[in-house]
């Protein structure tokens, strides 16, 4: 990150971001997922009668977590850079130039499910009601495969506009994010109802649902600063008059 030269209350600060400060962020994901995986492997050798506990705030497959904070920065991050690129790219048709916002909002709420873990507050009522087990044990995933078919829907005039190779580091991104989330979930929940939560196959299950998660939503950050970048957009902070 640079700045300009020089400053003065009119002109404000330029402020330089160069696209190759993702790679720090691949090895930040990297560190989460091995942190929490590292959790896994010292609960089945050591336990957690230990003055460590569970170390749970490590742990993939939970709330309240490193793993669900960072996920949910990842998410504040892309939304940001959404409706930068919305201010960018705003003299272009409406349709095209929302979808920015459309993008911005979804991630923004995204960040704060991922947070407080709104769409698992139904897990146990539909899963009582209708007597759900095996790959249907958690049925949200019905509602984020309807949301996802939805989302994907609305952006593909958007797609079709974007440089070729950004639109397909978006769709990229977004096969392996939903390939976590809803690709593994089924899976996770049939090991959860048949073997039990902590299972040695659950918690592979879920890691790798959480890894899938995680990388998928740097890829698309990072595709964003490619967009941002080949777009020579420039971010200037100044004072309002």
Same mark, same amino acid.
């Given at each position: 990150?640079?700045?300009?030269?020089?400053?003065?209350?009119?002109?404000?600060?330029?402020?330089?971001?160069?696209?190759?400060?993702?790679?720090?962020?691949?090895?930040?994901?990297?560190?989460?997922?091995?942190?929490?995986?590292?959790?896994?492997?010292?609960?089945?050798?050591?336990?957690?009668?230990?003055?460590?506990?569970?170390?749970?705030?490590?742990?993939?497959?939970?709330?309240?977590?490193?793993?669900?904070?960072?996920?949910?920065?990842?998410?504040?991050?892309?939304?940001?850079?959404?409706?930068?690129?919305?201010?960018?790219?705003?003299?272009?048709?409406?349709?095209?130039?929302?979808?920015?916002?459309?993008?911005?909002?979804?991630?923004?709420?995204?960040?704060?499910?991922?947070?407080?873990?709104?769409?698992? +507050?139904?897990?146990?009522?539909?899963?009582?009601? %209708?007597? @759900? /087990?095996? =790959? #249907?044990?958690?049925?949200?995933?019905?509602?984020?495969?309807?949301?996802?078919?939805?989302?994907?829907?609305?952006?593909?005039?958007?797609?079709?506009?974007?440089?070729?190779?950004?639109?397909?580091?978006?769709?990229?991104?977004?096969?392996?994010?939903?390939g976590g989330a809803l690709g593994m979930?089924?899976?996770?929940?049939?090991?959860?109802?048949?073997?039990?939560?902590?299972?040695?196959?659950?918690?592979?299950? +879920?890691?790798?649902?959480?890894?899938?998660?995680? %990388?998928? @939503? /740097?890829? =698309? #950050?990072?595709?964003?600063?490619?967009f941002m970048a080949e777009a020579r957009?420039?971010?200037?902070?100044?004072?309002?008059?």
């Open positions: 990150m640079s700045y300009v030269p020089a400053y003065s209350r009119r002109r404000g600060v330029s402020i330089v971001v160069p696209t190759s400060i993702v790679r720090y962020v691949y090895l930040v994901t990297t560190a989460v997922v091995v942190l929490g995986l590292l959790r896994e492997v010292f609960v089945v050798q050591v336990g957690t009668e230990t003055v460590l506990q569970d170390l749970r705030h490590f742990a993939l497959d939970a709330e309240r977590n490193l793993g669900a904070w960072y996920s949910s920065a990842l998410m504040v991050l892309i939304a940001a850079c959404a409706m930068v690129n919305w201010h960018k790219d705003r003299v272009r048709d409406g349709l095209v130039s929302y979808s920015w916002v459309f993008i911005a909002v979804v991630f923004f709420l995204l960040s704060i499910d991922e947070t407080v873990g709104f769409h698992e +507050t139904v897990d146990v009522p539909l899963r009582n009601h %209708f007597e @759900l /087990t095996g =790959f #249907l044990y958690n049925p949200w995933v019905f509602f984020g495969a309807a949301f996802v078919v939805g989302f994907a829907a609305l952006l593909v005039p958007f797609l079709f506009e974007l440089p070729r190779h950004i639109a397909i580091l978006f769709v990229v991104s977004g096969a392996i994010y939903v979930e089924p899976l996770d929940a049939f090991f959860e109802h048949g073997y039990g939560e902590g299972h040695l196959y659950q918690v592979i299950a +879920t890691s790798v649902e959480e890894a899938l998660e995680m %990388f998928g @939503l /740097t890829l =698309f #950050l990072h595709a964003n600063f490619i957009t420039n971010m200037l902070v100044r004072r309002s008059a």
